[in-house]
């Protein structure tokens, strides 16, 4: 079992749950850093997983 943290630390923050049942917690300024390019998503664990459950919710939006 990894690390325990402390997700206080980290607000605000998301949770995005993935396809394969997991949960991420992903502070927001760590997201807008990607946005902005000053980070890549590949430095972030379970990425594949985080972006197939970010653009699915999106694409269900779409379709509101």
Do not use: Y
Not at 14 to 43: F, Q, W, Y
Request: include cysteine.
């Amino acid at each position: 079992m990894g690390e325990v943290i402390n997700i206080e630390e980290f607000k605000p923050h998301l949770c995005v749950p993935t396809p394969d049942g997991n949960a991420h917690v992903l502070p927001k300024s760590l997201m807008e850093d990607l946005i902005e390019g000053r980070r890549e998503i590949e430095d972030v664990d379970d990425w594949k997983m985080i972006i197939r459950a970010i653009i699915g919710e999106w694409l269900r939006h779409l379709d509101q």
